[in-house]
Structure formats: C-alpha cells, structure tokens
C-alpha cells in the first residue's frame, strides 16, 4: 500500500497495476500447475505411442495370455503373464507384512501413543522411508536372503520371498501413516461415545474406530498396493531377471519392473522389439497404478468428506 | 447404587469383563511396541550392515576421490558423489519453483471448476507413478524425440518431475495450516490477493515449504530405477566440466551436457557384479548414501520441529 499526500488516497495508476501484476501472477502459477498435467499427457503419450508400435509386432492376445517372456533369446516370447506372477507374489508377500504390521502400529499410534511417544516415532518411520530403495535391495540379497537360507536350505540366492520381506518393512511407514491419518480424521465425540458406553480403547478401536475410518484405511492398502507393484530395485537386485511363470515364493523370478532394469541396463538396440517392449510393459504397469491411484484417491476423498 | 443393584440381578460380572478389556489393551499396545521394535530394529540393521561390511572402504580416504575401478578394493565414489550433487542441483532448480508455483495456484487462485479437478487428480495420481515410468518417459521424450543423451540435465529433469508432486503437496499442506485470520489481516489492511500471498502466505509457509523440498530432493538423491532407464552407466572415470572457471564469463554450462554417474547408479552397479570383494564396496557407497539421504531427512525434521515450536 502506498499511501498518497493525503494519506488515505491511492492513485488508480497504482491500483490497475496491482491488479495487472495479480492477474500475471495467477496465469503464471496457473502455467505451473499445467505443467504437472502435461507430465501425466506425456508418459500416457510416450507409452502408448511406443506400445503402438510393438503391438503391431506382437498380437495383444499373445501379450495377454502367453505364459513365456523372453524378448532377448534368438526366438522372442512376449506373454507378458510371468511378468504378471512374478509382480503379484512380491507385492502379495510385501502386502501380507505391511498391512497387519502397519494396521498394528497406526491403531497404537492414533488411540494408545501418548502424544510424546507419537511425535517421536513418526520422524523415526519417515527416516525408514528415506532409505534408498537401491540400499533395501542390497540387504535383501546380502542380509535376508542369506538368514532365509539358514531357515530355508533350499532357498536359492534369488528368491521373491526376500524382496518381498523387505519390501514389506520398506512400505511400512506409508501404510501406517496413511491409515493413522484416517483414524486420526474420526472425531473424538465417536470415540467418546464408545468410552461412555463403557468400550475399552481396544474395543473401541476395533468395533468403532476402524469401522468409522474403513475407507481411508482401504485406500491406505490401496496406495500401498500400488507402490509395492511398482518398486524397481529390490526386486531387481534380489528376485533375479528370468521370467519365470510361477507362485513359489521360493524361486526367482522378474517382475515387470525388474525386466525394464534388465533391458535398460543391456544394449539393447533402439527401435527393436525387445527395446518396444519395455514400454508395453511399462503401459500394463501404469495402467495398474492408474486404477490403485484412482481408487486410493476417491476412497480418501470419501472420508474426507465424511468428517 | 442403583446400577449396582441392577448388575447384581443380571448376574453380569462387570469386574471381570473390565479386567479383560484392559488385558486387551495392555496386549495391543505391547503389539504396537513390538511392530515398532521391528521396524526400528530393520532400520538398524540395515544401517549397521552397510556400516560394517564397507568399513575397509568407507574408513579410506582414497575411496572419495578416486574413480570407480576394476579392482573392487581401489575402486572410488569420485564420480558419483559430484554428479550426484550436479543432477541434485538441476532438479533442485526445476522442481522447487515449479512445485511451489503449483501448489500456490492450487490454494489460492484456483476456482471450483473441472480444470481445479483435473489437476487434483492429476497431481495425487503423478505421486504413485512408479519411477521407472518416468525414467520411461524420459527415455522416449527426452532421450529418443529430443535426443539430448544420457546426460545431467535429463537426469535432473526427470527426477524435477518425480518430485514434484511431494513439492507441490507439501505446499499446499504448508499454506493450508496457516490461520485464517493472517490472510484477513492482510485483506484488512487492503493488500489484494497477490500482495496476500507473497508478503504474508509465503514468508508464513515457508518452513513447510522448504522441509518439503528437502523431503523430495532425499527421494531423488537415493532414486535409481529411472536413472537406470535413461540409459546411465556406472563405470565413469571422469568428471563433468565444472561449472564455474574458464574464460569469461567464468560460467559453463556445458556440465549440463556431460556424461554422468550417480550414487545409487554406482552402488547398483557394484551390487550386480559377481566379485565377492565388490560387495564391500557396495555397501560403502550404501553407507554413504544412507548418511547422505538420513542427513537430509533429519534436517527436513529439525526444520519443522523448530517451526512448530516457534
């Protein structure tokens, strides 16, 4: 504000400018925001124009329903079907110790912690999930795979029993704090509710809390679904890169993520089918993604809406 | 007295029923401990292991400052450590602005209408694509159709997009927790909207702002698989061109455009080589990584503890 000779006038020059900068500010923020949509139009661009490609090499039914994936022997396979198994036992297994795991901790949290104990032990959990996925692949394969073997002789070197383990531990912290943040959003007069009818905290927790927060809880599985299908370097250092069309958690096997790595880090030629490849297996990764993210996404807008 | 008398006729053994609630409760919070345990206790671990097992290597001094070699034991971070902070400083660049203005436009000047709605969902969506899509992204965009290489630039471009959802969400939390009543204050005394915010909404938001920031670029830093996808080779023996020196203006940029290596890219590397002695070398450059990211991480923390208390 610049106050005139007279102290309260301000000259209309002054105004309009103001303006003007406003309206400049608000379409270059605007242009920022475009920008993320542009970066989604892009990778829908990039994989399906690239899929495009390689579908017309490869039947889609083949894709869909072939159950060998070899793109870099002299004969190439592309059912992308072991890709599939391999991706669904390591989240499987991720899934199974994250969600009791995380489920325990965010109920401890969000109706036991006292508040010190809360505000110290969420810090600890993002520090877990600041640790580079490179660093929990190398603990997999060095570290649980080797202990796994003490247990498990026959166990081989790469397995998708480890990754999966670590993977579990790794997307702890997600699954806890996003279903901490649904239980957090109940409000207390529910709770208070329960305690006056005479509900211990653990009652209330389980017969009223977790019913009331069930959808935020879901997206939390959801959203944590979708980053256990698309984790690259765990599975990629511990799981092995042989396609390998099994549910043993004993064997290795890749993952769609894990094949991408494999054929980046290769020379594989540019333009060749087996390069296309990656990127239709990239397209089945996103639109898995896609769907988790969207179902998360409504789900939490949901019992935000509630409360 | 009354519910007394009343518990008695029903013959239902309040006591009872009470002690084993509150056995339920003494069980789940040991529960909550336990899972707390194991977590903390990987954490430790992990650490420790990497700590150990690369002591030969991280305890030498030669280890940063010579190039990756074929002798697992003379084999250094040089090249890694300083691409490192070269590919950090372009996403830095790129993600922070861009993040923030995004995150601005989304409070502050966003109607209610289908564009708002499409740039929410768009936005929550972008923060659970897997990396590799976007290395993927970069490699069919930047790579293939712009044919830029494998170089710092793209790197930093394409882990900038990574993280600008966690820029552009941690902004909008930041802006959101300010109260009401400073953004009335400010209509108050006559600012307008842009004045609101640039004089009083940011200098307010901007311990939250920069923890977010910070956050992400400790994703980046620790980021792997899209760097992998761009096409980056582990084996780098020299270093890009330095930024600053040389003729006048004393600043290039053709640093941009060089040739890189990454730490994750690096550790990933020696991970996949078959020499047993590689794997002390691994877990060094895991060491060093994980003090690199756990550093960030605390002073993300510290930052917004000595926000909140303020």
Do not use: C
Request: hydrophobic share 55%.
């Amino acid at each position: 504000m610049r106050p005139e000779s007279s102290g309260v006038q301000v000259s209309a020059h002054f105004l309009r400018k103001r303006e003007t900068v406003n309206q400049i500010a608000k379409y270059v923020l605007m242009a920022a925001a475009a920008i993320s949509v542009l970066v989604t139009v892009g990778i829908v661009y990039v994989l399906v124009s690239e899929a495009v490609v390689f579908f017309e090499e490869v039947s889609v039914w083949e894709f869909i329903s072939g159950t060998s994936w070899t793109p870099l022997f002299a004969v190439p396979t592309f059912g992308i079907l072991p890709l599939l198994s391999g991706t669904i036992v390591v989240s499987g297994i991720a899934l199974g110790v994250s969600i009791p795991l995380g489920l325990t901790l965010a109920v401890y949290l969000s109706e036991y912690a006292p508040d010190k104990v809360r505000e110290t032990v969420k810090p600890i959990l993002e520090l877990l999930e600041g640790v580079p996925t490179v660093v929990y692949g190398y603990f997999a394969l060095f570290l649980v795979t080797p202990l796994l073997q003490i247990v498990f002789p026959d166990l081989p070197g790469f397995n998708m029993l480890a990754p999966g383990l670590v993977m579990g531990i790794m997307i702890l912290p997600y699954t806890t704090s996003l279903s901490e943040d649904a239980m957090r959003a109940v409000p207390n007069s529910i709770r208070e509710g329960a305690y006056a009818l005479g509900y211990s905290r653990f009652h209330t927790a389980v017969k009223v809390v977790i019913p009331a927060a069930i959808s935020g809880i879901t997206a939390a599985f959801i959203l944590a679904m979708s980053r256990a299908v698309g984790e690259t370097m765990v599975v990629a250092i511990a799981a092995g890169q042989m396609a390998n069309f099994t549910f043993n958690p004993m064997e290795g096997a890749a993952t769609i993520t894990a094949f991408i790595v494999q054929v980046s880090m290769g020379d594989v030629s540019h333009g060749s089918v087996a390069y296309m490849s990656i990127f239709a297996a990239g397209l089945v990764l996103f639109l898995l993604t896609l769907t988790f993210n969207l179902i998360g996404f409504f789900l939490r807008k949901r019992y935000r809406q509630a409360y | 007295m009354n519910t007394m008398s009343t518990n008695i006729q029903s013959g239902i053994d309040y006591a009872s029923i009470s002690r084993k609630n509150r056995s339920w409760d003494i069980i789940f919070a040991s529960l909550g401990i336990v899972v707390l345990f194991i977590a903390i206790s990987t954490l430790l671990a992990l650490f420790l292991d990497l700590a150990i097992r690369g002591a030969p290597q991280w305890t030498n001094p030669d280890f940063y400052t010579s190039f990756p070699s074929r002798k697992p034991l003379e084999a250094g971070i040089l090249s890694a450590w300083v691409g490192t902070i070269m590919v950090m400083l372009v996403t830095a660049i790129v993600a922070v602005p861009l993040g923030v203005a995004a995150g601005l436009y989304m409070e502050e000047y966003a109607d209610k209408n289908w564009f708002t709605d499409v740039i929410e969902i768009n936005v929550s969506n972008l923060a659970g694509v897997p990396s590799i899509v976007y290395g993927l992204l970069a490699l069919g965009l930047f790579v293939q159709t712009f044919g830029m290489g494998e170089t710092v630039l793209v790197a930093g471009l394409v882990l900038a997009l990574m993280i600008l959802p966690i820029v552009i969400v941690s902004t909008r939390e930041s802006i959101r927790a300010i109260p009401i009543e400073l953004r009335e204050a400010a209509y108050g005394l006559g600012a307008n909207q842009w004045q609101t915010m640039a004089m009083y909404m940011l200098p307010a938001a901007k311990p939250g702002i920069i923890t977010g920031a910070i956050v992400g670029l400790s994703r980046a830093i620790g980021e792997t698989a899209p760097i992998i996808t761009i096409g980056a080779l582990s084996y780098i023996a020299f270093l890009p061109p330095s930024p600053i020196g040389g003729d006048f203006p004393f600043i290039s940029f053709e640093w941009l455009n060089s040739g890189f290596t990454v730490m994750p890219i690096q550790m990933f590397g020696w991970v996949s080589r078959p020499q047993a002695d590689f794997q002390i070398t691994a877990a060094a450059a895991g060491a060093v990584l994980i003090v690199m990211t756990l550093a960030m991480n605390g002073l993300a923390i510290y930052i917004r503890y000595r926000a909140r208390k303020s």
